[in-house]
């Protein structure tokens, strides 16, 4: 990355009067958590029709389960890296008014964002496949201590899914309208670590851009919309976010 792709991202963001930033799996690699499509991603350890599918799961709950608690001490472990604590900084400074999310590792609220849209829903919390009570993170703890697999509702018994969309769910319709709406609120969309080629989130950007807004893509690796963009910045995330938001801080103090 060079200096003046840094400084032309600082400019649109200081400019921009409503910023809405898009991340995807590339922002949480550098807390530990593996991508799902690339090289070394879940889905070259884990076939996803055996596992990522609403299918799979209710035709064998118990497997899933068991599946599931092999990977989740990695995202447990998981700590915000430098592109999440940038991207907090950025809404606490009042210049990032929404962070629509792919991820469900909730690291974002970690970081200290508050105006999440988890678009793909999330690994903390559950939900019953009977009654559609939500449990969150402590009761689904509790069940697997008791080795309640699979974790079973308090109110009716039914099983639990974790709340993170599937393949062949529709997303979760209110947060995808409200990504929707920012996107055509927007002045600048800020895509981080996104390949952008997930239906119907990579709507977003065209979405964003047919409204007026500037796009800056941050992704270590090429995407459909970089030739559609106003910047696109081929780095990691982390690094990349850091230098941008000391020179917007730098710009402002001036």
């Not at 389960?65 to 472990?77: F, G, K, M, Y």
């Not at 929707?180 to 065209?206: F, H, N």
Request: glycine fraction near 6%; charged fraction near 20%.
């Amino acid at each position: 990355m060079s200096e003046t792709q840094i400084q032309e991202a600082a400019r649109l963001i200081l400019k921009s009067s409503s910023t809405v930033a898009l991340t995807g799996a590339g922002v949480s690699t550098k807390s530990g958590i593996p991508d799902f499509r690339g090289p070394n991603g879940l889905w070259t350890k884990i076939d996803p029709s055996k596992f990522a599918t609403i299918d799979a799961f209710l035709s064998d709950p118990k497997g899933w389960w068991e599946t599931a608690l092999q990977l989740s001490p990695v995202i447990l472990r998981a700590k915000p890296n430098p592109a999440h604590t940038m991207l907090a900084k950025l809404e606490r400074m009042g210049l990032l008014q929404w962070l629509v999310t792919q991820n469900v590792d909730a690291l974002h609220q970690r970081a200290g964002n508050k105006r999440v849209l988890e678009v793909h829903g999330s690994l903390l919390s559950a939900s019953c496949t009977l009654c559609q009570m939500q449990v969150d993170r402590s009761h689904l703890e509790r069940a697997i201590k008791k080795r309640q697999i699979p974790p079973t509702c308090p109110a009716c018994g039914g099983i639990l899914k974790i709340d993170a969309v599937f393949f062949g769910e529709g997303l979760p319709r209110g947060v995808f309208a409200q990504a929707v709406q920012a996107a055509r609120d927007c002045r600048l969309m800020l895509i981080v670590g996104s390949s952008l080629t997930v239906y119907p989130v990579d709507m977003l950007p065209s979405i964003a851009r047919k409204s007026g807004a500037s796009l800056v893509i941050i992704n270590e690796e090429p995407t459909p919309f970089d030739d559609a963009v106003d910047l696109v910045i081929r780095a990691e995330a982390g690094e990349t976010l850091t230098r941008i938001v000391k020179t917007v801080e730098k710009a402002r103090h001036r």
